[in-house]
């Protein structure tokens, strides 16, 4: 069975940056469209980013276009979330997530455990 694991968080000033890693073990990443994700506190989760297997297409929500960049590294079994010019508003758990291909319907059958994100002075 996938698994996923996240790793990367951790604090960071306003205007910082950070990368994400979403590594999978179990099985090959090769198979499966990776979606980003985030909650902040109080807050409904929301999907930040999504790479598609084959062409790497990507998808990005308004809130962080321009900001954030996912790539994958099938050889290395891995996706990454390079995250720029952070605000306090990113702050937030991230998880990662897979699932067949990316889109407004997709259901993501295997979820990490999440790694923490603060922006904040």
């Known amino acids: 069975q996938l698994q996923l694991a996240e790793s990367g968080g951790g604090l960071v000033q306003p205007g910082g940056s950070l990368r994400l890693s979403c590594r999978a073990s179990?099985?090959?990443?090769?198979?499966?469209?990776i979606g980003w994700f985030r909650q902040a506190p109080e807050k409904e989760r929301e999907e930040v980013s999504c790479?598609?297997?084959?062409?790497?297409?990507?998808y990005y929500a308004d809130s962080v276009k321009g900001r954030f960049t996912v790539s994958r590294d099938d050889a290395e079994n891995t996706v990454y979330l390079r995250m720029n010019i952070l605000t306090p508003k990113d702050t937030a758990i991230y998880y990662c997530?897979?699932?067949?291909?990316?889109?407004?319907?997709?259901?993501?059958?295997?979820w990490g455990q999440g790694t923490r994100i603060a922006v904040s002075t």
């Open positions: 997530a897979a699932t067949v291909v990316c889109g407004r319907w997709a259901k993501y059958t295997y």
């Open positions: 179990g099985g090959s990443l090769e198979y499966y469209a």
């Open positions: 790479i598609n297997r084959h062409d790497d297409s990507t």
